[in-house]
Every structure is written in C-alpha cells, then in structure tokens.
C-alpha cells in the first residue's frame, strides 16, 4: 500500500495493519491519529516519538505481541497473509543447526525468567549464531538496562514493517 493508501483507511483498517507493525494499542492509537502524514519520513518520526512517550506497560505490551526468536512457526502463524514478512524477519533461522536451535529455546526460556519477558530483537540480517551471541551476552545485563535496549529493538523492528507495509 501507498502511504496516500494508508492515510485514506478508515480508524479501524489503519489500526489493523499498525497492529501487525508492533502491538502497543497506546502506540497504534497514536499512530493512526497522527495521519495524514505528508511522506515516509515524517510517518517513521511521528512513530519513534510516540514509540518513546510510551511507558513500561505499553513496551511490554509490544513485546508479548512477539513470538519467541526461533520460534518461526509461530510467526507464520501471526503473519499468515504475509509469507514475505515472514521469511525476512527471521530468515536466519533458516539455516540454523538443532544445536543452535536449542540453545535460542534454552536462552529465551533463562532470559523471560530472568527479565520477566521475552526476547527482542531485531533479527533481520542476523544469522541464528549471531542471534544466539546476543541472547547470552545480553543476559548478563540488569533489567532496566534490557528494558531499554530491547524497546529500542523493538523499535527497529516496528520501523522495518512500516516500511514494508507501504511497499
């Protein structure tokens, strides 16, 4: 869709396709009450000023409307009208071995008791392996500090499908 497109969808069509950019219903809000929006640009701002004006409850709301790293079942499942999206948010699973596999669950598993939530990040152009890397090195951090780092993330990736739903 266009952004012209996006701008002209009624309050309950623009709220679906934000809803499948990142699940914060502050942040959709938001969003769709910001339009129109005059170009891309100004759309990607106006969502990373409201992505920072959100408070924990609302970021951790974003990241339970996430599925697991590896967990690329469940993303097909969320996305299933959208194979694409599907295929580049976690295309680095594709080739990862049983035992790196294992390790994501094993890590994601540790990190969500640990941090009270689950692993973000922004996969795209990350191999399992570098995936992995992140996981453990990221778990030695305190929780604010998580917090912050995986919102940005999640950042990125709300970022990446907004760009792509208006391809």
């Not at 996006?6 to 499948?20: D, H, P």
Request: glycine share 6%; proline share 1%; with cysteine.
């Amino acid at each position: 869709m266009t952004l012209d497109e996006f701008n002209a969808l009624t309050l309950t069509a623009a709220t679906e396709q934000l809803r499948l950019c990142c699940a914060a219903e502050r942040w959709i809000d938001c969003v769709c009450r910001g339009r129109p929006y005059t170009d891309t640009e100004s759309l990607l701002q106006r969502a990373q000023q409201h992505w920072q004006a959100l408070g924990e409850t609302d970021t951790l709301q974003a990241f339970a409307g996430h599925p697991k790293i590896g967990d690329v079942g469940s993303l097909r499942k969320r996305y299933a009208a959208s194979e694409a999206l599907v295929t580049r948010e976690q295309a680095g699973m594709n080739t990862a071995s049983g035992r790196i596999i294992q390790a994501l669950s094993e890590g994601n598993l540790a990190y969500e008791q640990k941090f009270g939530f689950i692993f973000i990040v922004c996969a795209s152009g990350k191999s399992a392996a570098q995936m992995l890397e992140l996981l453990q090195t990221r778990l030695g951090n305190t929780r604010a500090s998580e917090l912050n780092i995986a919102a940005a993330e999640q950042m990125k990736i709300t970022e990446l499908r907004l760009l792509n739903m208006l391809l």
